[in-house]
């Protein structure tokens, strides 16, 4: 009895004792205040907007055109008899392209010659009875009905002879036409008809086309809008030069235009405003303009009918402000920037953009020169919410100073020495080294 009145005693104890544990930990926990700590502001960088000169340009889309483009047709009917080129290649101008069976065409002239020889022939004679005749009639030997009638005779053999030599110029034309020449110098296309085939017989047969690259025509339309900030930069190229309209053409202002292909980078081709219409197309609202731009080499970079981008320059500003198009959100109100102020609070600006330069977008409205834009961690960036800016330079964020970075970089991997091989000649990393680490 007394052992299990003692574990009972010493059973009560650990009771007591564990139930003012947890009434001292309550109370200790009860003592601590439960305050909420407010977290860090994120890190953001901005940049000051870049401040340059930049020159606003008016942009198009065009298509190009060949400055020459001549149809090389037959002129007189026949049997096609050879061909003196290959397709594709450059041909000068009078260089031999096609023959047309001539042998037609040479019995004619030798016809007209005969015609001509014969007409010369009665001409000549009809001037001798003429003279003799004359000559009696002062001499009261003859009478003058044969005055009048050699005159009449020999008038007519002279116009017999023009008759003939015109006959015979013809035939020579005709034969000179089946030897079919290059009218222009540029590339010559295929043949459109073959060897054998009669051409030239109800109209004139096409046989091909010869096309000068060099230089290139690109025709464009400008609107309304754009029409009246080119026509005022038209103006002042006008009087700078003394140039009156009505005398010289477009071209003479020197207006430059420069093209880029769908391929390209930038507008690498330059040119200069050749021609404009004298008025505005009634049912488009546009005016169509034409640049020419130099296309040489035997590989000419510029075809006819491609889909090009044109930009023409209109006028030129002073400390326009820039930023990287990374900086600038959407949302349904339009385009924003989110700057931070002097307290490191974000702001929200709305903006109006303008033309991309060099990686940048110029800011038409809503920016100062002084702001602190946020270029990096815009999805931390609240408007009203505080951050921690890290300041960083405009210039370093242009596509030419992005690419430069890039290609240092790879230069630099490059550089680095390939890592040794081990001496059993097992390339594989040491995997355990790495777990180490």
């Given at each position: 009895?007394?052992?299990?009145?003692?574990?009972?005693?010493?059973r009560?104890?650990?009771?007591?004792?564990?139930?003012?544990?947890?009434?001292w930990?309550?109370a200790?926990?009860?003592?601590?205040s439960n305050?909420?700590?407010?977290?860090p502001?994120?890190k953001?960088?901005?940049?000051?907007?870049?401040q340059?000169?930049?020159t606003?340009?008016?942009?198009?889309?065009?298509?190009?055109?060949?400055f020459?483009?001549?149809?090389?047709?037959?002129?007189?009917?026949?049997?096609?008899?050879?061909?003196?080129?290959?397709?594709?290649?450059?041909?000068?101008?009078?260089?031999?392209?096609?023959?047309?069976?001539?042998?037609?065409?040479?019995?004619?002239?030798?016809?007209?010659?005969?015609?001509?020889?014969?007409?010369?022939?009665q001409?000549?004679?009809?001037?001798?009875?003429?003279k003799r005749?004359?000559?009696?009639?002062k001499?009261?030997?003859?009478?003058?009905?044969?005055?009048?009638k050699?005159?009449?005779q020999?008038?007519?053999?002279?116009a017999?002879?023009?008759?003939?030599?015109a006959k015979?110029?013809?035939?020579?034309?005709?034969?000179?036409?089946?030897?079919v020449?290059?009218?222009i110098?540029?590339?010559?296309?295929?043949?459109?008809?073959?060897?054998?085939?009669?051409?030239?017989e109800?109209?004139?047969?096409?046989?091909?086309?010869?096309?000068?690259?060099?230089?290139?025509?690109?025709?464009?339309n400008?609107?309304?809008?754009?029409?009246?900030?080119?026509m005022?930069?038209?103006?002042?190229?006008?009087?700078?030069?003394?140039?009156?309209p009505a005398e010289?053409?477009?071209?003479?202002?020197?207006i430059?235009?420069?093209?880029?292909?769908?391929n390209?980078?930038?507008?690498?081709?330059?040119?200069?405003?050749?021609?404009?219409?004298?008025?505005v197309?009634?049912?488009?609202?546009?005016?169509?303009?034409?640049?020419?731009?130099?296309?040489?080499?035997?590989?000419?970079?510029?075809?006819?009918?491609?889909?090009?981008?044109?930009r023409?320059?209109v006028?030129?500003?002073?400390?326009?402000?820039?930023?990287?198009?990374?900086?600038?959100?959407?949302?349904?109100?339009?385009?924003?920037?989110?700057?931070?102020n002097?307290?490191?609070?974000?702001?929200?600006?709305?903006?109006?953009?303008?033309q991309?330069?060099d990686?940048?977008?110029?800011?038409?409205?809503?920016?100062?020169p002084?702001?602190?834009?946020?270029?990096n961690?815009?999805q931390?960036?609240?408007?009203?919410?505080?951050?921690?800016?890290?300041?960083?330079?405009?210039?370093?964020?242009?596509?030419?100073?992005?690419?430069?970075?890039?290609?240092?970089?790879?230069?630099?991997?490059?550089?680095?020495?390939a890592?040794?091989p081990?001496?059993?000649?097992?390339a594989?990393?040491?995997?355990?080294?790495?777990?180490?680490?």
């Open positions: 009895m007394k052992n299990l009145s003692r574990t009972a005693v010493s009560n104890c650990a009771q007591i004792t564990l139930i003012l544990l947890l009434v930990a309550l200790a926990c009860g003592s601590q305050e909420y700590v407010e977290p502001p994120p953001v960088t901005v940049a000051k907007p870049l340059q000169e930049v606003d340009y008016l942009a198009f889309t065009g298509t190009t055109h060949a020459e483009e001549v149809e090389v047709r037959a002129r007189v009917a026949g049997f096609l008899q050879s061909m003196n080129f290959t397709p594709g290649t450059k041909v000068e101008k009078g260089e031999l392209l096609f023959v047309i069976d001539p042998r037609e065409y040479q019995a004619e002239l030798n016809a007209a010659n005969a015609e001509l020889s014969s007409a010369e022939a001409l000549k004679r009809a001037e001798i009875e003429f005749a004359e000559k009696l009639f001499q009261k030997a003859g009478a003058e009905t044969d005055v009048v050699w005159r009449g020999r008038d007519v053999a002279r017999d002879v023009l008759r003939a030599k015979v110029e013809k035939a020579s034309l005709n034969l000179s036409y089946t030897q020449t290059a009218p110098t540029g590339r010559v296309g295929r043949n459109l008809v073959d060897l054998g085939n009669l051409v030239g109800r109209e004139p047969t096409l046989l091909t086309t010869v096309t000068r690259y060099d230089p290139m025509y690109a025709y464009f400008l609107n309304e809008r754009d029409l009246l900030k080119a005022a930069m038209n103006r002042n190229k006008i009087q700078e030069k003394e140039i009156d010289e053409p477009v071209s003479e202002a020197d430059p235009v420069f093209l880029k292909l769908a390209e980078e930038g507008y690498p081709h330059q040119g200069e405003l050749d021609f404009a219409e004298s008025g197309d009634k049912e488009t609202g546009t005016l169509q303009l034409r640049g020419v731009f130099p296309n040489p080499g035997p590989a000419p970079v510029l075809i006819p009918g491609l889909f090009v981008s044109l023409m320059p006028d030129k500003r002073d400390n326009a402000l820039l930023v990287t198009e990374r900086a600038i959100g959407s949302d349904q109100g339009g385009r924003f920037l989110l700057a931070v002097s307290e490191n609070m974000v702001e929200k600006r709305p903006i109006r953009m303008g991309l330069v990686g940048l977008r110029v800011i038409e409205e809503g920016l100062q002084d702001d602190s834009v946020v270029v961690g815009l931390r960036a609240r408007p009203g919410a505080k951050v921690d800016p890290e300041q960083t330079d405009m210039k370093s964020l242009t596509a030419s100073a992005l690419k430069a970075a890039a290609e240092a970089g790879k230069d630099k991997d490059k550089a680095k020495p890592a040794a081990s001496q059993d000649g097992d594989q990393p040491d995997k355990e080294a790495g777990r180490k680490e």
